[in-house]
């Protein structure tokens, strides 16, 4: 059992650019706050300062929207070339109506427009574009800090803000794991009743994604947090294993 966790926001990150070493920034502004990184520790880093680092960053100027992105565009007063955007980027389409876009990503994720973003990149003309594959980002990123740390121990998770079917509010979600496990599996195991567990798997990965969202905010410029504390499983899982089972997913 975990007693204590302690979330730090990291405010001296600095702006990102293609080809940033995000684990460098990581372990500098931790020692600028003098928060050495520690076994055990884990650190949440948004999708932005990825996608900035991996050059998934894309200019609206650049796309040639096509007939079916301008009828949407039009109809609810977007901008077609965002539209086309995240068709290009969606492996399929699951619902379009009332100017929402949601559909199921290349990676494998479902969430609104693809999971393209224009927030927070400078420019009104630019949009990123979701990590190709936020996993291998998340391993990147974990074994750069174990040798710039010297920390073994170390986990990393990669989290974007979505929303949520049937609720009101966003929530950040994990979308890349390295070096813990993403899932508590509590089937088969007692309760303090003595009652065998059967149903209780635990989405370890998304709840700690959205507790380092409470020092981080949207407009802060708090890109990563810092988590001490939280007694995890040192699993080679990934956030792959968040993604639920097509055949057993009642809301396809």
């Not at 460098?24 to 020692?31: E, N």
């Not at 074994?143 to 509010?169: C, F, H, M, Y």
């Not at 407009?219 to 956030?239: C, L, M, S």
Request: aromatic letters at 6%; proline letters at 3%.
């Amino acid at each position: 059992m975990t007693d204590t966790v302690i979330i730090s926001p990291l405010t001296h990150i600095g702006e990102i650019t293609k080809a940033s070493n995000i684990a460098m920034h990581l372990v500098s502004s931790c020692k600028k706050q003098n928060l050495h990184i520690e076994e055990g520790d884990i650190l949440v880093v948004t999708q932005k300062i990825v996608s900035k680092a991996e050059g998934q960053v894309v200019l609206l100027s650049e796309i040639e929207p096509s007939d079916k992105a301008i009828g949407f565009a039009t109809e609810f007063k977007k901008d077609p070339r965002l539209i086309e955007l995240i068709f290009r980027e969606s492996k399929r389409i699951v619902r379009m109506d009332h100017g929402v876009i949601i559909s199921e990503t290349k990676q494998g994720f479902i969430c609104a427009n693809a999971g393209i973003d224009q927030s927070n990149v400078g420019n009104t003309d630019t949009a990123t574009l979701l990590p190709s594959d936020p996993d291998a980002s998340a391993k990147l990123i974990r074994s750069n800090l174990q040798e710039l740390s010297g920390v073994q121990k170390v986990a990393v998770i990669i989290s974007d803000t979505w929303g949520r079917p049937w609720r009101e509010g966003q929530v950040n979600f994990a979308i890349g794991v390295a070096g813990m496990e993403a899932i508590r599996d509590y089937r088969g195991e007692k309760d303090s009743y003595g009652y065998t567990l059967s149903a209780s798997v635990i989405g370890i990965a998304d709840e700690l994604a959205a507790s380092a969202e409470l020092v981080m905010g949207k407009v802060d410029k708090v890109p990563a947090a810092h988590i001490r504390g939280y007694a995890y499983q040192e699993k080679n899982t990934d956030a792959k294993t968040l993604l639920r089972n097509a055949k057993i997913d009642l809301f396809r």
